[in-house]
């Protein structure tokens, strides 16, 4: 497997791609006198996987958030599919770090309950959220309650339920923080076939340079409160490799290497 190649953007300059689904304009957030976020300007280009990495408190969640709705921003804009937002919308979807399920429905519904939100009927909206239990590997699990899986199966109820509303934007905010380090692989190579597959486009969150080199088309480094653009990182990986080739290809691991340099200032 040749080396991954590698391309670097510096500075507050915009990060522009072709063919750009989300478009991140001027943004800043302020809570109280704490600066979080100054002058983020960014494009997510389509069917594309992006990480978000940074150090502890400088504002990638925030971010996260206000792509999706859920937190205003204090200054600046954010487009999806060239409209402004104004809080969550059907085009995007969180799937949460604690996975937000409901813990009196069952597998089967809290997949299909945003399709239930919007008044899909039953037989359609079982298929549709049986279609995805089968895909994040939760087959034979459908009537099954939140506190009978275990943290990781309970994150790929969160995952299915993301993707049966058939969103054009998944954002995930540190998805595999809560799981072992097997199923963390197991879920980043599941990751990677679902973004295939889907032709969906992620904003990924994650505190782990490795996760974000092995699963990313883009990386943004951000860099502490205020958080600011310091760095964008394309790890050119050859996708059709093995995953354990993947890992041990020079390219990769200088990748890790060369952001975890430009990070350990940072680290407490």
């Known amino acids: 497997m040749a080396n991954a190649a590698l391309s670097r953007t510096q500075g507050q300059l915009a990060v522009t791609c072709e063919d750009a689904i989300v478009q ?28 978000l990495l940074g150090p502890s408190g400088c504002g990638k969640t925030t971010l996260l958030k206000i792509i999706a709705g859920l937190v205003p921003a204090s200054s600046g804009e954010i487009c999806v599919n060239d409209k402004v937002v104004t809080g969550p919308g059907p085009e995007r979807a969180f799937v ?87 199923n963390r692989r197991k879920f980043q190579e599941d990751l990677l076939r679902l973004v295939d597959l889907e032709k969906k486009t992620f904003i990924f969150v994650t505190h782990s340079i490795e996760e974000a080199v092995y699963v990313s088309d883009r990386i943004v480094l951000l860099s502490p409160r205020p958080g600011r653009i310091s760095q ?35 680290a407490e």
């Open 24 to 51: 991140v304009r001027d943004i800043g957030k302020n809570y109280g006198d704490v600066e979080a976020l100054r002058g983020i300007n960014l494009e997510f280009q389509r069917g594309k996987l992006t990480t």
């Open 96 to 182: 949460f770090q604690d996975f937000a399920l409901m813990p009196w429905a069952t597998v089967m519904r809290n997949v299909g309950f945003g399709l239930e939100l919007r008044g899909v009927p039953a037989i359609e909206r079982n298929r549709v959220a049986r279609r995805y239990i089968e895909q994040v590997g939760l087959a034979g699990f459908e009537e099954k309650y939140p506190h009978e899986l275990s943290g990781g199966m309970r994150q790929r109820v969160g995952i299915a339920r993301a993707f049966a509303v058939n969103a054009d934007v998944l954002l995930l905010d540190e998805p595999f923080s809560a799981v072992d380090e097997q």
């Open 232 to 266: 964008v990182i394309d790890p050119m990986i050859d996708r059709t490799a093995s995953p354990d080739d993947i890992r041990r290809d020079a390219g990769y691991l200088n990748t890790v290497e060369e952001i975890w340099q430009g990070l350990r200032q940072y």
